[in-house]
């Protein structure tokens, strides 16, 4: 496609309520990145993947995130048991990989509002 | 750990006059750094990045930004502003990596830039 979507552009929850968002790279992007992003916040890093493997999940802020790639094209985050604190924009980046110095640029698509009541 | 600094909440200017969004940042080794641009309920867009060699770098829509490497700083500039340019500034650097390879990119909490016409 011509960017990076992601659906659903709203989403409300429920305390306890388990949500799953998605996210539809670039085609051909080998990476994809998830960021959190709160009110009057810049992006905080959840995790990343090179096609189908996850090789950071340092940023995923407890055991109730989890995010799969499993083809190595569209990407799902889920959340389990939603806390009014997973309240947020959710961010979907994608990017060609880097090689020999190159230095990727990462490509975001439009994001997933998330309000738990 | 790499951090991002944006000292102002909001920068305020008239219409045609230049502008000026400050960042400063901090990270091991040499830096990557990016501009990225978010209007209201959108992703974040790509402007610019340094990777290496000139200072100056230019990228989309006019803008331009300075890497100063003794003040380990990254100002966004514009020559003249247009009323068009309102919107969130983030900030974002991650560290260099052999062959380009993958590191977490940090971003900033993101100035609003007002410009009045």
């Known amino acids: 496609g011509a960017g990076v979507s992601q659906s659903p552009r709203y989403k409300v929850a429920k305390r306890g309520q388990d949500v799953a968002l998605r996210c539809d790279p670039i085609s051909g992007h080998v990476s994809l990145f998830w960021y959190q992003q709160a009110l009057g916040q810049g992006p905080e890093f959840l995790t990343y993947f090179q096609n189908e493997a996850q090789l950071d999940k340092s940023g995923l802020p407890s055991d109730r995130f989890f995010a799969e790639r499993p083809e190595g094209s569209v990407s799902t985050l889920k959340i389990q048991r939603t806390q009014q604190e997973d309240s947020a924009v959710y961010l979907c980046?994608?990017?060609?990989?880097?090689?020999?110095?190159?230095?990727?640029?990462?490509?975001f698509g439009p994001g997933t509002r998330l309000l738990v009541l | 750990a790499q951090s991002v600094a944006q000292p102002e909440d909001q920068v305020n200017v008239a219409e045609g006059n230049p502008l000026t969004v400050k960042c400063t940042y901090s990270v091991s080794g040499n830096p990557y750094l990016f501009w990225y641009v978010q209007y209201p309920n959108r992703g974040l867009q790509f402007l610019l990045k340094?990777?290496?060699?000139?200072?100056l770098v230019k990228g989309s829509y006019g803008f331009e930004a300075e890497f100063n490497k003794s003040q380990t700083s990254f100002h966004l500039k514009k020559p003249s502003a247009l009323v068009s340019d309102s919107a969130l500034y983030f900030c974002?650097?991650?560290?260099?990596?052999?062959?380009?390879?993958?590191?977490?990119?940090?971003f900033g909490i993101g100035t609003k830039l007002q410009v009045i016409p």
């Open positions: 980046a994608s990017s060609s990989p880097g090689s020999g110095g190159y230095v990727e640029t990462q490509y």
């Open positions: 974002a650097v991650r560290p260099y990596a052999f062959r380009g390879g993958y590191q977490k990119v940090t």
């Open positions: 340094y990777i290496t060699g000139d200072n």
